[in-house]
């Protein structure tokens, strides 16, 4: 069983900045893949953002604007949010797979509101 945390979400206006993180209560070291959904009012939730130990994948709609990373050390992931738009409004799930066909873990969401 994992435990995952999620920290950092707020109201920030078009344009600004968030790093969002997510805290895993084992060591992150050899799991397979974690990565970052988002979930709108209404709409289903969908893949962010992902990163494994050889590849990082993004929504196309993020390209360019968002960055993933991994710190093994503090068994860390986070999500750097640049140039944010209201339609990057969500709450944000953290989400991990030990292995390719393994459970799902989840954390409980952290909510960023983009909105002058």
């Known amino acids: 069983q994992v435990q995952l945390v999620e920290s950092g979400g707020d109201l920030v206006q078009p344009g600004g900045s968030l790093r969002l993180s997510c805290a895993a209560s084992a060591s992150i070291f050899r799991f397979y893949a974690m990565a970052w959904y988002r979930q709108a009012p209404g709409k289903q939730r969908e893949l962010v953002a992902a990163?494994?130990?050889?590849?990082?994948n993004y929504a196309d709609s993020v390209k360019g604007r968002f960055t993933i990373s991994r710190d093994n050390a503090k068994n860390t992931v986070y999500l750097q949010m640049n140039s944010l738009k209201p339609e990057d409004t969500a709450v944000y799930y953290c989400n991990s797979k030990i292995t390719p066909l393994g459970p799902d873990y989840w954390g409980q969401g952290t909510q960023v509101t983009v909105s002058s």
């Open positions: 990163v494994t130990n050889i590849a990082t």
